[in-house]
C-alpha cells in the first residue's frame, strides 16, 4: 500500500529537486534547521550517557571502599561497630530466589496459554495478555500493600515468604511476556512433526516447542530476576528488613534493597558508607545480568 | 535428558486427551492467576479503602488537609504532587528520548548505535533506588546551588511565569523529583520510539531523501506522521511507570504534603506517602484506611493511563 503512495512523489524527483535547490534562502534555511536538528539529537543522546557515566561514577567513589571482606561476613550492626551486610545478601538472595521459583512456573504456563491456545479461546487470551501488560507496569509499592492486606495481616506478621510473593508477582508478567514471544517463533513444521510423530499437544508444546525456545524463556527469567532483585518498594511491608542473621523464610527477613533504603537516609557516616555499598553491589549484579542477558541475545540473532 | 528419554514409550501411551485436558486446565488457572492478581490488588485497595471514603466522602480526593493529629485526611496534595512529577518527567523526557531515538536510527552507524543502544538500555535496569540515592548525592546539591539560584534570579522575575521559579533553593521538590522521574523513564520511552522508527518501510524514508529532503524533514515529515500513535503509547507507558515510582521520588521530593505552583517547593507524591508513612500506621486506624485510598487512587490514575497506553500501542501494532 505504502508502495503505491510512494511511486509517483519519486518519480516527480528530477524536476522537484531542481526547483528546491534553486532556492538558495530557503535552502540555507532548510539546513541550518537540519544542522541544529542534528545536534540536539546529539547533545540529547550524549546528556544521557552522561547521566549513566555519572551514575556509575558516584556509585563506584562511594561505594568502593567499603568492598571488605568484613562486609561480606558481618551482619548489620549498630553504627559504630564494623558491621557488615551479610544479612542483607543473603536474604535478597533467598527472596529473590523464592520469587523466581514461584513466579517463573506461573509466568512460563501464562506465557504457553497466550502463545498456543489461540485457536481455542482468542478473545480471552488478548485480555490476558492486556492484563499481563498491565501488572508489568503497576506502581510496584502497591503490590506490596496487596501481599501486605492478604499476607501479612492474616498471619500477623511480616515474613521473608511475603516478601517473595510480593517480588514472584513482579516477575510473573516479565517471564509471560518472553515466553510468549519465543514460543512464537517456534516454527509451525516443528509443531506438526510432533503432532504427526503421535504426540499429544501437551508433550509438543513442553517437550518440543519449550525446548527449542528454551534459550530465550531463560533469558526472560534473568530478565525478570535482574529487575526484582533491585526493588525496595515492594520489600517495605512485606519482609520488612531484620538487623540480625536470619534466613527463616517465615520471620522477617533483611534485603539489600531495604537496607540500603534504611542505611542511606541515616546519619552515621559508616552506615551511609554501607548503603553505597550495597548499592554498588546490587547494581553491578543487576548489569551484569543485563550484559550478559544482551551479549546472548545478539550471538543468536546472528 | 531425562526427559527425553521418557518420552518415546509414553508417546504411545492410552491417556493422550487425557493429558491434554489436564495441562489446558493447569494454563487456564495461571491464566486466570494473572487474572485475580490484577483484580484482588484494585479489590483489596477498595476494601482497605472503604473507612476513608465512608468517613470523608468523594470529598477526600479534593481536600488538602493531611493533618493525623486531628484525623483529617485527604488526598489532594499527593496526588498532585504525583501528577505534576509526573508530567515534569514527560515535559523533559520525551525531547530527550526522541532525540535519541532519532539519532540512533538515522543518525549513528549501525555498530556504533548498537553499543549506545544498549547502554541506554542499561539505564532502565538500574534499580530506582539507585536513582534516588544518586539524586540525593548529586542532583539535589546541583540544584541547589546552581540552577534553582539562579533561575529564581532570572525567570523568577518575569512577571507571572516567574511564579513557577520562586521560593527557597532547597534542591528537593517538584522539579528535581520531575528531572530525576526523566532520566528514569528515558529509556522506556526511547525502545519504544526506536522500534517504531526501525520499522518505518525504507522506501518511504529513501524516496524523500531522493527528493531532496533534508534528515530533519524527513524526520518531521516521514517519520513522524508514521509512527504518531506509537509515539503517544510510548510516552503514556512512561507517564504510567512516572506515576507509580517510589523509591527515587521519595529521596528528592521533599516530602511535604502541600500544594505550590513554585517548582521548587517540597511536596509528595502518593507513592512516597505510602513508602513513610505506612509503616507509622496502625491496622483498621483512618489513617491506614486513608492511604489505602490514595493508593487505590494511584492505582486508578496509573491503570487509566497504562490502559491507554497499551491501546494506543495495539491499534498500531493490529493496524501494521
Known amino acids: 500500500m505504502t508502495m503505491h503512495t510512494t511511486t509517483p512523489a519519486a518519480q516527480a524527483a528530477p524536476c522537484a529537486g531542481a526547483r528546491w535547490q534553486g532556492n538558495g534562502v530557503s535552502d540555507i534555511r532548510r539546513r541550518m534547521v537540519d544542522r541544529v536538528a542534528t545536534a540536539l539529537c546529539w547533545a540529547a543522546t550524549v546528556l544521557v550517557l552522561l547521566m549513566l557515566f555519572s551514575i556509575l561514577f558516584v556509585l563506584v567513589r562511594n561505594g568502593v571502599g567499603g568492598l571488605r571482606w568484613v562486609t561480606f561476613v558481618h551482619v548489620t550492626l549498630p553504627p559504630g561497630q564494623a558491621g557488615g551486610l551479610a544479612n542483607a545478601i543473603v536474604g535478597s538472595l533467598i527472596q529473590t530466589g523464592l520469587a523466581v521459583l514461584i513466579g517463573a512456573p506461573v509466568g512460563l504456563l501464562v506465557g504457553i496459554y497466550l502463545a498456543e491456545f489461540t485457536a481455542t479461546d482468542g478473545k480471552l487470551i488478548n485480555f490476558v495478555r492486556f492484563v499481563s501488560d498491565l501488572l508489568l507496569s503497576a506502581p510496584s509499592i502497591l503490590v506490596g500493600l496487596f501481599i501486605y492486606m492478604i499476607v501479612v495481616v492474616p498471619s500477623g506478621h511480616f515474613s521473608g515468604i511475603a516478601g517473595a510473593l510480593a517480588l514472584s508477582m513482579l516477575v510473573v508478567p516479565v517471564v509471560v511476556r518472553t515466553t510468549e514471544d519465543m514460543l512464537r517463533l517456534v516454527p509451525l513444521a516443528m509443531r506438526e512433526a510432533a503432532i504427526a510423530l503421535g504426540a499429544p499437544r501437551w508433550r509438543m508444546i513442553l517437550f518440543v516447542c519449550l525446548r527449542a525456545a528454551r534459550e530465550g524463556v531463560a533469558t526472560g527469567i534473568l530478565l525478570a530476576l535482574a529487575r526484582v532483585s533491585g526493588e525496595t518498594a515492594p520489600l517495605l511491608f512485606t519482609s520488612l528488613g531484620n538487623m540480625n542473621w536470619s534466613i527463616a523464610p517465615g520471620k522477617p527477613m533483611a534485603s539489600l534493597p531495604v537496607t540500603i533504603y534504611q542505611y542511606a537516609g541515616a546519619a552515621y557516616a559508616d552506615w551511609t558508607a554501607l548503603a553505597w555499598t550495597g548499592a554498588l553491589l546490587i547494581t553491578t549484579g543487576i548489569l551484569m545480568i543485563n550484559i550478559t542477558v544482551r551479549l546472548g541475545l545478539g550471538r543468536n540473532r546472528k | ?320
Open chain 2, 1 to 320: 535428558m531425562e526427559r527425553s528419554a521418557t518420552s518415546p514409550s509414553a508417546l504411545t501411551g492410552a491417556a493422550k486427551g487425557n493429558g491434554d485436558a489436564v495441562f489446558a486446565a493447569i494454563v487456564r488457572c495461571s491464566a486466570a492467576l494473572i487474572l485475580l492478581g490484577l483484580g484482588g490488588m484494585v479489590a483489596v485497595m477498595a476494601w482497605g479503602a472503604r473507612g476513608a471514603f465512608a468517613r470523608f466522602g468523594p470529598g477526600f480526593v479534593f481536600d488538602k488537609a493531611w493533618n493525623p493529629v486531628t484525623q483529617h485526611f485527604g488526598a489532594a496534595a499527593p496526588m498532585f504532587g504525583t501528577v505534576i512529577t509526573a508530567l515534569l518527567a514527560i515535559v523533559l523526557a520525551v525531547p530527550l528520548a526522541f532525540g535519541i531515538a532519532v539519532w540512533l536510527t538515522e543518525i549513528a552507524s549501525a555498530r556504533i548505535a548498537g553499543i549506545i543502544g544498549t547502554l541506554i538500555q542499561l539505564l532502565a535496569a538500574v534499580p530506582s533506588i539507585i536513582f534516588g540515592m544518586w539524586g540525593f548525592a548529586v542532583l539535589v546539591p546541583f540544584m541547589a546551588h546552581y540552577v534553582e539560584p539562579l533561575a529564581s534570579h532570572t525567570l523568577g522575575r518575569v512577571p507571572g511565569l516567574g511564579t513557577l521559579f520562586r521560593g527557597a533553593p532547597y534542591g528537593t521538590g517538584f522539579l528535581t523529583g520531575g528531572m530525576i522521574l526523566a532520566v528514569m523513564i528515558t529509556p522506556f520511552i526511547c525502545a519504544v520510539m526506536r522500534d517504531v522508527f526501525l520499522s518505518i518501510p525504507a522506501v518511504l524514508k529513501e524516496s524523500a531523501y531522493g527528493l531532496g529532503m533534508t534528515r530533519w524533514e524527513v524526520v518531521r515529515r516521514i517519520i513522524l506522521p508514521w509512527s504518531r500513535s506509537s509515539v503517544v503509547g510510548g510516552v503514556m507507558l512512561g507517564l504510567g511507570r512516572a506515576l507509580g515510582e517510589t523509591m527515587a521520588i521519595t529521596f528528592v521530593i521533599g516530602n511535604a504534603n502541600h500544594i505550590g505552583w513554585s517548582l521548587f517547593s517540597p511536596g509528595n507524591t502518593i507513592a512516597s506517602l505510602i513508602a513513610l508513612e505506612f509503616p507509622e500506621s496502625a491496622v483498621g486506624s483512618l489513617k491506614f484506611s486513608s492511604l489505602m485510598a490514595a493508593g487505590f487512587l494511584l492505582m486508578l490514575i496509573s491503570l487509566g493511563t497504562l490502559v491507554c497506553s497499551r491501546l494506543l500501542l495495539r491499534t498500531k501494532a493490529a493496524g501494521r
